[in-house]
């Protein structure tokens, strides 16, 4: 009997089909944020970057909306599939602000899935600013702690997968993307994905790469141990001193990372990227089938929230009071603010989907004033 294909190519499909449907002639594209051959079917999420030719809002709304819509439909046809659906595109920017930092850094480990115009360029390209390392070293300085289970529990992760998931977590979670983000240090430009990554190191002869490419290449089925995860800490660790050339790597690489510079610009492009899609992410997890693990993704969202969507411009006084002056009713707008900050230090899960909609109205408010700060630029 012939395999099925995997699930994650019928999703694509469904999401391609409902972005077309609803972009109304303005031309768009579908990117992955990582390397699809890295999707590891029943355990990995896709992760989807979106990309339209054009600023106009209601464009945005309107693709942002059938896009919620087509992940809505995925989880109601294939509750197995939930894991792939863990959370919906973080990212949706207009063709004009692929230039921007940290997109144009990002869009390095981007797979184009489709475009509706050649015009429309999501191929990875090489910056030429020296902006690049330091983004690199921050992704590396997120692997310094000790690798623990606790963090990466198996959200929507079918419990015929279970079995398999640990030796997914420490691997491909863990210590894959920490050598993947050390080669990029290195200069090692021609490792694009995790598995080019852990082929890499374990060609270099390095025992606990090569236990780690042995599991994955067996489809993750074998069972890994504490000692392999201190191993492979200790080999991030030392990955971490060969990118740094130093004997103190985690305090270099920070060093590295914090003397990243944003521009008004980039700051402005980066929120208004995320609040283009998180709106339309909330109400997905509102409306998500009954069993699909709320109360989880309500916990990543709202720290997301501080770092993430309202970031780029929470760091910085200047943004902050650009895009508040750009409101229509300032006082909602610090009320909006306030009460997405209180959402960022809440930690009652007793109602998730009551929350996601009300944290979707007050992220309106802001998406609204960076619409028009935008417009305004």
């Avoid at 309107?62 to 509750?79: K, Q, T």
């Avoid at 090692?188 to 890499?200: E, F, I, Y």
């Avoid at 599991?215 to 074998?222: C, T």
């Avoid at 990118?243 to 103190?248: E, G, H, P, Q, S």
């Amino acid at each position: 009997m012939k395999a099925s294909p995997p699930l994650y190519l019928e999703l694509t499909d469904r999401v391609r089909e409902a972005i077309d449907a609803a972009r109304g002639g303005a031309p768009a594209a579908l990117a992955s944020k990582g390397a699809m051959r890295d999707v590891i079917p029943g355990l990995s999420d896709v992760d989807y970057r979106l990309v339209l030719s054009t600023d106009a809002p209601e464009i945005w709304r309107r693709v942002g909306a059938a896009f919620a819509e087509a992940m809505l439909a995925f989880a109601n046809a294939h509750p197995d599939g939930w894991r792939l659906i863990e959370h919906m595109p973080a990212i949706g920017c207009s063709s004009d602000a692929l230039d921007a930092r940290p997109v144009c850094w990002e869009r390095l480990t981007w797979e184009p899935l489709w475009a509706s115009s050649a015009d429309l360029l999501v191929t990875p390209t090489s910056p030429t600013n020296d902006g690049l390392a330091g983004w690199w070293a921050g992704k590396l300085a997120g692997y310094q702690p000790p690798y623990d289970a606790r963090r990466d529990p198996p959200i929507n992760v079918a419990s015929a997968e279970l079995p398999r998931f640990p030796a997914f977590s420490l691997i491909w979670h863990f210590y894959a993307p920490a050598v993947l983000a050390a080669t990029q240090l290195l200069g090692q430009s021609q490792v694009r994905t995790k598995w080019d990554a852990l082929r890499w190191r374990a060609e270099q002869g390095i025992e606990p790469a090569q236990q780690a490419l042995a599991i994955a290449e067996a489809d993750f089925v074998n069972p890994t141990s504490a000692t392999l995860a201190r191993a492979c800490e200790a080999d991030v660790h030392q990955l971490a001193q060969l990118a740094t050339d130093d004997a103190r790597p985690w305090d270099a690489l920070k060093v590295m990372a914090d003397g990243l510079t944003l521009s008004l610009r980039d700051r402005r492009l980066w929120a208004l990227a995320t609040a283009r899609t998180y709106v339309h992410r909330w109400w997905f997890y509102a409306h998500a089938p009954q069993g699909f693990d709320v109360v989880a993704v309500l916990r990543i969202d709202r720290g997301h929230v501080g770092r993430f969507t309202l970031g780029p411009v929470r760091d910085s006084r200047e943004a902050m009071e650009a895009m508040r002056g750009h409101a229509q009713d300032g006082a909602r707008f610090d009320a909006a603010i306030e009460a997405l900050m209180a959402e960022h230090r809440n930690t009652d899960t007793s109602r998730p989907r009551d929350t996601f909609l009300a944290m979707r109205e007050q992220y309106l408010v802001v998406l609204e004033a960076l619409e028009r700060w935008h417009a305004a630029a």
